[in-house]
């Protein structure tokens, strides 16, 4: 089964088709009954026909562009002239397709190069002729023959591609040699027989190129532009010699022979800039010469800002003099000089007052006068005016925490020590005052908090914890800390209640009485027990009964009237 459904398939199967054009055998024998004649002959042209294959897949390549698929053999093709073309038995549908493509792909390209030479044109139209042969041969079904007029027009292409790239080449020889001609048309005047040599050989090299003799044509330009170049070389240096004759002239004063000889110059070459330069400077050489004489006196008189307009004016007239330009240099350097040793003596002023930042601002800007000349004097002030700003703001800053240590304002004297510390960490005064105040200041901090304990202890009639909070504070009161009037009036009032004070309590005899926090006083009916000036808490037990709880104020100078404590409330 699987062979017989294989078999179609096989059937099916594309094959190569391969034209030729074999001649009919005239021996007399019937197609239907081919004899052996007719079999040797067609034996004799398949033979042939795969001899023919086998020297056009190893013909050389033409040079044209191909489009042959890369993974096909290699297909090649020889030049074809119209002398002698190669004789092929066929040729396949693929090598004709390949052919033609080609010759419309390279003839796309060179018509958008061609231009209206004469040459061009007639190659182009060629080479039309030649695609248009191939067309009409291939509608024909001769394909061997339309292979080979293909065949030319791609050899054509190519050769009409080298003639382009020769014109391109001539195109730009030709545009050297006229921006040369041009730019040195001076030359007519002083080298004329030159000039008119390279003239010649330009209008012969235009020529050759319009009629398509290219090698040559760029043979003519390059030979005009060598003529060129040998006059302007004889011509340079006449200029040269009259320029170095001219420049001598101006640095000795001779205006009249200095205008002469650049004057020479510029009748031959309107262009030459430097000679146009030192005309300008020759006709103005008096003026120039007596602005630097006036400059010169007054920079010997101190007149700096006169003499630097005097340089500058020489210099707006000449602004190659050399007297003009080192006249200003010099007068400049003064200037900054002076402005400089000012700034500087500015600035030993405001240090000398303790204007340590101004002072400062004046040498940042001596530095930036002449930064290469005085910029090491400049960074030595800035670091001795910074070395004395610390030393002073030292000794400020220690002498106001004495300041608020004697007036215990130890807060504000720890603060300037620190102040002190962070300019200098290891500064002897401050570290010591640092030592002293905070041994003053803990002992005057446990001070005032036990100061403002009592305060709120004897505001709350707890007069016995107040005066305990008295004691401790006069234990760590400093020695040169003073009694406030709030502490001397706390003195007075806990003085006034530190005596007991005799209270008649009363009960049942039933009742367990007790003070809370205190001693516990038991049953009884009436008793006398005594209290320190302060508030207290009585309470009161029985069994089976509701406790009770009564509060007592005991103060100095108040009389109590008995206090009566007793349960009489059964629990539920």
Known sequence: MDQEQDQPKRKSKKRRIIHWYPHPDKSGESEGAPGSRTWLWISLCMVGGLLGLAALLLWPESGGNSTADPKAPAETETPVSAAHEPVLEFVTDSQLARAEAAVREGLDQIRRQTDESPLLLENLIAIEDLEKKGKTLKAQSKLTESFTQFLNASNRIETFRGMLAE??????????????????????????QDYQTAARHGVAGRNLARDGSYAPAAQEFEA??????????????????KELAGTRALAEGDKDLALQRFQEILDINPNHASAKIKLQRAQTIDRVHQLVTSGEAKETQGQLEGALQDYQAALELDSRSVKAQQGKHRVLGAIRDKKFQGLMAEAATLEARHQ???AIVKLQEAGKVNPLSHGQEVKAALERTEKNKRKHLILVGLQAAREHEQRHEWDQALEKYGWVLDFEPNNKQALEGVEYVGKISRGSAKYNYLIREALDFAEQGQFQKAIKSYEEAMANKPSNVPKS??????????NAQAQAIEVVLKSDNRTNVRIKGGAILGRFREKKQNFFPGNYELIGMRNRYDPVRVFIEVRRGIT??????????KSK
């Open 167 to 192: 014109k391109t080449r001539v195109e730009q020889a030709e545009n050297r040699f006229s921006e040369a001609y041009q730019n040195l048309a001076y030359l007519q005047r002083a080298e004329p």
């Open 224 to 241: 005009g532009l060598e003529a060129l170049r040998g006059a302007q070389q004889k011509v340079d240096r006449i200029l040269d010699a």
């Open 356 to 358: 340590y930042d101004a």
């Open 485 to 494: 009037s709030k502490v001397l009036e706390l003195e007075k009032t806990l």
């Open 560 to 569: 109590l009237e008995p206090v009566e404590v007793e349960c009489t409330v």
